[in-house]
């Protein structure tokens, strides 16, 4: 290339980009406005979560309760048999003839109890009842003036707990029992047993303990302890101190029964209380006020607790950054396609939220073509981009960066050209590049220890975080907003306090 084709390649865009200038200083237009700036607060939306409250009953106490209210005589016989030994009767010449009459008796006897047992696991809670019965059949025909017989039976009774809607337990038991020694005795050669007298009463022992048996659970009160359990559900818990300030605030809606169950020395009730969950940002949000314990629903849904967590970045910890790295750039050098290198000064970064869902980025930029052909030019450029991140990926860019330019005089081309550059474009690009991992774990850290337990009197509230998905990020007054959505299992149980001893 010759030198005067070199000189041409490079005077005739300066003088075009001059001619530019001059025209737009015929036709001046109004400086362009910022971007709108957007104050929308973060708003999480509430979710619907649920708290096991497990409400247990030792079964030494309702074993004691049981024993005490159980009298150890269970039944008493006293009565006449007409055919105590039925006639004796031979066949003779083809005829079945009565050789012995009838013989009647009186059969008195008590049938007493043990200890009753209680044990069982899961769903199962097993009762066991000894019985011994000492029974007499008395002046038996005029001949025999007493024979005593004694005997002894196991009797087991599968228990089915329940309870109404109103808090009132119910139970249904099913006996079966076997004799290991029947009561019986030998009579004139025939062995009579009493077996069957002993049956007859078993049934009224079975309806007695399915009638006190919800008596002595209501004496346990498993509903003042799920009203108490019921009240400190309502609560407000610091999930994150600080960067930002988030509050998780659970408000019990209804309560419902899940079973019982056995599980070692203790009787457990579960409840499963349906609450809202709601996360707050920034001051902590006003105690919910608790309402009266309700009547048991039907099983509510499978426990699992449900909340979401902010992620933010604070535009304020953006700027600086972009400051420094526009800053290095413009120590390296800036050359601008067919104009030349460029002296740079970038100042004053302003970053925040606009329409659109995108962010807004200010920059003022003093520039001069150290080519001499444009002097020292001053103006404040906005940029717009599209934060972007994948799903469940902690890695946010900024794509479709757009420019805009608000100058002290018209020489808008200079600035826009500069900011087109493809260093400054992904030296701005590369600032607003955010990798939430670090953020993202602590405030997971701070709200797993925030939940893990928290004791209000004799109630501790447990809470679990398991699954844990994130979403798109959004750009929001008050910084760039990651939500994020936890999963786990809460309970809320009974555990007084144990007292130092001296």
Known sequence: MTARAALHDRVIPCLAMLAAIAIAGCHRKPPQQPPPRLETPVQLP??????????????????????REMPLTLWSIDRVED???????????????????????????????????????????????PVN??????????????????????????????????????????????????????????????????????????????????????????????AEAWRQGFATLLL?????????RIVPTRIGFAGYRVQGRNLELTATAEALTQTFVGDRPTDPTPTPLP???????????????????????????????????????????????????????????TSGGRLAVGITV??????????HTRGRVWLTGMPYNDANSELVEIRDLRVAADTNRETVNLLIQLFQTPDVVEAIRRSLTQDFANDYAKVLRSARAAIAERRQGDF????DIGEVTHGR??????????????????????????????
């Open 366 to 375: 003093d520039a001069k073509l150290k080519s001499g052909l444009i002097d």
């Open 460 to 463: 501790v509230l447990r809470a």
């Open 240 to 248: 994150n101190r600080e960067n930002p300030p988030v509050w998780l």
């Open 83 to 129: 055919r105590c030994v039925p006639a004796q009767r031979l066949k003779l010449f083809g005829k079945r003839v009565k050789v012995t009459p009838d013989l009647r008796c009186r059969i008195v006897g008590t049938v007493r109890r043990g200890r009753v047992t209680l044990a069982g696991s899961g769903k199962t809670l097993r009762l066991t009842l």
């Open 133 to 226: 019965a000492t029974i007499s059949a008395e002046d038996i025909g005029g001949l025999i003036r007493r024979e005593t017989a004694t005997g002894a039976a196991t009797v087991h009774g599968n228990v089915r707990l329940d309870i109404r809607p109103d808090w009132t337990p119910t139970a249904k038991v099913s006996i079966d029992y076997d004799w290991t020694t029947p009561p019986g005795v030998t009579l004139l050669g025939k062995r009579i047993t009493f077996v069957d007298k002993a049956d007859d009463k078993l049934a009224d022992v079975v309806a007695k303990l399915e009638r006190d048996l919800p008596k002595q659970l209501r004496a346990l009160d498993a509903r003042k302890e799920a």
């Open 46 to 67: 509430e979710a619907t979560s649920s708290i096991v409250v497990p409400i247990t009953a030792r079964l030494g106490d309702l074993e004691r309760s049981i024993n």
């Open 295 to 353: 009547d048991l629903a039907r099983q509510v849904k499978q426990p699992k607790l449900a909340f979401q967590i902010p992620v933010l970045a604070d535009y304020a910890q953006l700027e600086p950054v972009l400051t420094r790295a526009l800053a290095k750039l413009a120590a390296r050098g800036i050359t601008i396609p067919q104009a030349g290198p460029v002296d740079a000064k970038f100042s004053d970064v302003t970053i925040y939220a």
């Open 473 to 502: 990020v959004v750009p929001t007054g008050q910084g760039l907003f990651m939500p994020v959505q936890a999963y786990g299992t809460a309970s809320i149980a009974y555990r007084p306090r144990v007292a130092k001893k001296r």
